[in-house]
């Protein structure tokens, strides 16, 4: 028997073999420290998420700090050392995607101060240029918002110091949540107030820190919103600690774990 295939049917038959054989995109996936010790459920939520876009998710098991803490805290060599193991845990000129703002936002922002002119000048050039954030990732790059998530639930979105004016995110992860089947989102008063999370911060500033949290949280509650959302792990955890301390009646919750609940 002979198949007679017309000129568009064979045009057709050779693109869908073309994009079933082309090599996904790969991303190296970078989990800061305190996700990888208290919040390992939203590491394996966000290669779920990275997963479901169409990535390749490769981790590398040797990664540690960026260096952040160390930086903040005045301890500038320490912050160098990190930072170069850094650069070479993440040597492969590919995106690299982590899943909390004040990271990404630190990399970007003072690697240029610890590296420029360095041995390592083109790694963090290099580095600067192919490090985002999830949510950044996710619709900015690679155009994909809708993951058929379910989440019953009034949420109220906060926006991170350095997600807002360091990288200049927020509609990112709003366009992410609207998509999401059965999700009421809610914005509370001053959204654009810091909640005073950022840990060196909160450690030298305790009083001051804990009334920011404080003023935020009720903004919070007072949208009817049974969680706050955040891409940033350091917010999640403030609030979280002054939601739980106060017995407040509202949750906190990371953007990976509503976009992973498909």
């Not at 002979?2 to 082309?22: D, H, K, P």
């Not at 060599?77 to 590919?94: N, P």
Request: proline share 3%.
């Amino acid at each position: 028997m002979v198949l007679v295939m017309s000129s568009t049917g064979f045009f057709y038959y050779l693109c869908r073999c073309f994009f079933e054989n082309t090599i996904r995109m790969i991303i190296d996936l970078f989990i800061p420290c305190f996700i990888d010790q208290f919040y390992p459920q939203t590491a394996l939520n966000t290669v779920k998420v990275l997963e479901k876009a169409g990535v390749e998710v490769h981790y590398n098991p040797d990664q540690t700090c960026c260096g952040r803490f160390a930086y903040n805290a005045g301890f500038i060599e320490e912050a160098k050392s990190l930072g170069d193991k850094f650069l070479a845990d993440f040597c492969d000129d590919r995106p690299v995607v982590a899943p909390t703002t004040s990271c990404v936002a630190y990399i970007k922002r003072r690697y240029p101060e610890l590296f420029f002119n360095t041995a390592n000048h083109l790694n963090f050039k290099r580095l600067e240029k192919n490090v985002y954030e999830l949510t950044d990732f996710l619709v900015n790059v690679l155009g994909y918002d809708d993951f058929g998530a379910e989440f019953p639930h009034k949420v109220t979105y906060h926006d991170s110091c350095s997600g807002l004016r360091e990288l200049g995110l927020g509609r990112e992860a709003r366009q992410l949540l609207a998509k999401v089947n059965g999700l009421e989102l809610v914005e509370m008063k001053q959204r654009d107030v810091c909640c005073g999370g950022e840990f060196t911060f909160a450690m030298n500033n305790e009083t001051v820190s804990t009334g920011m949290a404080s003023h935020k949280v009720r903004n919070a509650m007072n949208t009817g919103a049974e969680y706050i959302v955040t891409n940033d792990i350091s917010c999640l955890m403030h609030q979280k600690g002054f939601i739980e301390a106060n017995g407040q009646p509202i949750q906190v919750i990371h953007i990976a774990d509503i976009l992973a609940s498909f």
